[in-house]
């Protein structure tokens, strides 16, 4: 149990395109989610955090206009990356949180990650 | 905010040594310390984790020890295998009103040699 899809897996993008990363739970209701970025040899730094049905919260430094984040259902968050820069290519990891069950309240279920390409 | 220290950068062992990794914590009221084992372009894989209320936790051959009143929590794999080669990164979360978000260890790249 516990899965966490995201699609697509791979995107390469002219600049100034936008392009949408959809993250879903498959099999439990995501309370929260998380959209992480993650370059090359280096961490993962937390973009934006969202609850169903309110805004996104966005980590200090993330421009809440570039990067759209919707959180339409309880198993659907998507990313939009607006007017994309080659600045923008990067590994983008979604995760999602199911809630108060018991010792799993904490835990995060990451994605596979999508690997974003600006030309 | 919190913040996470990780050492070392870079580990190399031999194949059946053992592996320690320490983080540090900013934050006395994080209780969640899960770690993470990531394989080049894959998802972070959570391989143990420990909450506040207890000191040390024991999964084979993966350890996790947590000081709260240092503020510091290791990872230790014993008898480790070329398999276990990856980057681990440590995190720390609290709950309520942060949403339970982690915050991420820059990362440890482990090597085993054969």
């Known amino acids: 149990g516990a899965v966490v899809s995201q699609h697509p897996s791979r995107v390469i993008c002219k600049s100034g395109t936008s392009v949408k990363i959809e993250c879903r739970s498959l099999?439990?209701?995501?309370?929260?989610m998380f959209w992480y970025r993650q370059f090359p040899k280096q961490s993962l730094m937390l973009m934006a955090t969202?609850?169903?049905?309110?805004?996104?919260?966005?980590e200090q430094g993330v421009e809440k206009d570039k990067f759209l984040i919707n959180h339409a259902s309880l198993t659907l968050s998507t990313l939009t990356v607006t007017s994309a820069h080659p600045e923008d290519s990067s590994f983008y990891i979604c995760s999602a949180r199911g809630g108060n069950w018991g010792e799993s309240y904490n835990e995060q279920f990451f994605g596979p990650g999508t690997r974003l390409t600006v030309l | 905010g919190e913040n996470v220290e990780q050492h070392p950068s870079t580990l190399s062992v031999q194949e059946g040594d053992s592996a320690v990794i320490k983080c540090t914590y900013s934050d006395s009221a994080s209780n969640y310390f899960p770690w993470y084992k990531q394989e080049l372009g894959k998802r972070p894989q959570l391989i143990i984790d420990i909450r506040s209320n207890v000191g040390e936790k024991k999964d084979q051959r993966i350890a996790v020890t947590l000081n709260k009143t240092a503020k510091h929590f290791s990872l230790h794999i014993t008898e480790t295998q070329p398999e276990d080669s990856a980057v681990y990164f440590c995190a720390a979360s609290k709950g309520g009103g942060s949403n339970y978000k982690l915050t991420f260890g820059k990362g440890t790249l482990l090597t085993v040699n054969p």
């Open positions: 099999d439990f209701q995501a309370t929260t």
């Open positions: 969202s609850n169903e049905g309110s805004k996104a919260t966005y």
